[in-house]
């Protein structure tokens, strides 16, 4: 009984010091970032990987290597689109994914289609992000007349969450490693059962946390770039015809004339199942008045004989 009881109370004061540690983390590293992202906002003007700055003050022993930092210790997001117009959308497509393999990438998705007007397709980028920007611009290069039609291109501070997630991975980790601890000396087994669910609960939480480091991770790494090709369009322009003369008007007469007989079928068409219909019985019964009326003269024209 003793045993148990201070094996409840170790499961309760390692919640509460997991709570504690967790929420003096979160606020020592929401404090933290924000006081980082602060003082990098005003070093850092740009938010796409730039190189260091050639001449004036960079030669300098010093000068820019803070500005620099601040941008490369940062978790940056960046994703971007870019249209062009080329005249060979497969091959322009193999020159996409080239740019993408050179700059250490891959292609993570390809989406071609034809129809009548024009042929087209849409590539999905991820390359490393210190590459974004000469990616894109290798891209804009394979347009018509060396450019792109249109681009959009943004970038995502996730440094916080990043240094958030960090934090609570710690916390959860030790958090796990106490509750790991008390099962190993438990004793009964409604002290390992408890502790198991408990075990579980937590292991859950940290790979939650984990799975979510790995997707920033993911997206800080490399970014992603979307390519849409626009080959030529392929349909032609109808040629301008004139509205009068001789051949306009004997299409036009053609025209009305196949309108006026498509009218007239269509007419005898829902007209045909009501002659059927009424047309039979009335013409029975006419061939029934007609063979009456001979019957009934036949015998009236006999005695003149």
Known sequence: MAVATL?????????????????????????GAQRQAGTQAKDAAGVAPVAPAQGGNAAKPGAG????????????????????????????ASDVSGLATAAGGFVGGDERTSDKDRAQARLTLRVPSARFTSVVEGVSKLGKDGRDESRQLSTQDVTDQVTDVDARIATGQASVDRVRDLLSRAQTIGEIVSLESELSRREADLESLKSRKRTLDDQTTLSTITAVLLGPPTGKAAPDQSDTGFLAGLAAGWRSFTASV???????????????????PALAVLWWLRRARRSRAEPASAPAE
């Open 7 to 31: 094996v409840s109370v170790s499961i309760v004061a390692v919640a509460a010091g997991c709570a504690s540690n967790g929420s003096t983390n979160a606020s020592s590293s929401g404090a």
């Open 262 to 280: 498509r009218v007239l079928l269509t007419v005898l068409g829902a007209l045909l199942p009501w002659l059927i219909a009424l047309g039979v």
């Open 65 to 92: 290597a803070p500005a620099q930092l601040a941008v490369d210790s940062r978790a940056l997001i960046f994703t971007g689109t870019v249209t062009i117009q080329v005249t060979d959308v497969g091959r322009a």
